[in-house]
T-cell receptor
Framework: DSGVTQTPKHLITATGQRVTLRCSPRSGDLSVYWYQQSLDQGLQFLIQYYNGEERAKGNILERFSAQQFPDLHSELNLSSLELGDSALYFC?????????????FGPGTRLTVT | GQNIDQPTEMTATEGAIVQINCTYQTSGFNGLFWYQQHAGEAPTFLSYNVLDGLEEKGRFSSFLSRSKGYSYLLLKELQMKDSASYLC???????????FGGGTRLMVKP
């Protein structure tokens, strides 16, 4: 158990809908990262927050957005869902960002868009 | 773009040694990480290298050559539970975000 929690574990929804994925980092970790893992794309970095502020953006679609709240938990919002958005979404956390820190991954949310 | 290449699949025998290679061509480099991921589960950290050379952690070792853009993960005394995907990832800059390779699926056979 990495100490990172994600809810829900599974989510099934229809095309065009909007969903919110939630992540709580390990106690003491200030940075949160979101990754998408699909069969054909591998693990892709989406976005990073550090202490409430957006720090880095990767291959995140405009239909997706995220935020980190004052209690450091984070939410990833996915809207106008398409079949291709079906994937495992992982959240990871680390203590900081300026030197090399190990990232601890949560168990993931499996999103199925039908 | 960023290129991180690993073999897609490897097979090895229980008790043997296996080496999983990773080559990278990236716009920046601030460290290389190895993660293990069992099917449907979260990646778990194995090792990282920032400087050239070998890092050893029990049955797992990782090597880095920055001039060659090359790393390998060495697994000794293979066990059936080592059957998993092994992900190579490069930390591009000081922001700590990771860019992952496609992963190598290792099958350990009796």
């Amino acid at each position: 158990d990495s100490g990172v929690t994600q809810t829900p574990k599974h989510l099934i929804t229809a095309t065009g809908q909007r969903v919110t994925l939630r992540c709580s980092p390990r106690s003491g970790d200030l940075s949160v990262y979101w990754y998408q893992q699909s069969l054909d794309q591998g693990l892709q970095f989406l976005i990073q927050y550090y202490n409430g502020e957006e720090r880095a953006k990767g291959n995140i679609l405009e239909r997706f957005s995220a935020q980190q709240f004052p209690d450091l938990h984070s939410e990833l919002n996915l809207s106008s869902l398409e079949l291709g958005d079906s994937a495992l979404y992982f959240c990871a956390s680390s203590v900081g960002v300026d030197i090399v820190y190990e990232q601890y991954f949560g168990p993931g949310t499996r999103l199925t868009v039908t | 773009g960023q290129n991180i290449d690993q073999p897609t699949e490897m097979t090895a025998t229980e008790g043997a040694i296996v080496q999983i290679n990773c080559t990278y061509q990236t716009s920046g480099f601030n460290g290389l990480f190895w993660y293990q991921q069992h099917a449907g589960e979260a990646p778990t950290f194995l090792s990282y290298n920032v400087l050239d050379g070998l890092e050893e952690k029990g049955r797992f070792s990782s090597f880095l050559s920055r001039s060659k853009g090359y790393s390998y993960l060495l697994l000794k005394e293979l066990q059936m539970k080592d059957s998993a995907s092994y992900l190579c990832a490069v930390r591009l800059n000081a922001g700590n975000m990771l860019t992952f390779g496609g992963g190598t699926r290792l099958m350990v056979k009796p």
